[in-house]
């Protein structure tokens, strides 16, 4: 289980999401996924992906549960 820290920026007044793009990145990395793949997988485009693990866009809720899901997947894929 991942704790995510927040951390706050050089101005010390706003949240920063890098740790939640570092968690993200793990686990993702961990899946043995591409950006890519896990895009496809979590129906979002790679590069909004690229954003939240480089910390420039929070995770919502919604993707982080389609995000869950699609790396579950990964080690269980449904039988077609």
Do not use: W
């Not at 690229?50 to 420039?56: D, K, L, R, T």
């Not at 389609?66 to 269980?76: E, L």
């Amino acid at each position: 289980m991942f704790t995510v820290k927040q951390q706050t920026t050089t101005t010390g007044t706003e949240p920063s999401d890098t740790t939640t793009g570092a968690v993200l990145r793990a686990m993702r990395e961990g899946a043995g996924m591409s950006q890519r793949a896990l895009a496809e997988g979590a129906e979002c485009s790679h590069q909004h992906l690229a954003y939240i693990e480089q910390g420039q866009r929070p995770l919502s809720h919604d993707l982080a549960h389609r995000v869950a899901v699609a790396i579950a997947n990964q080690y269980s894929p449904v039988a077609a």
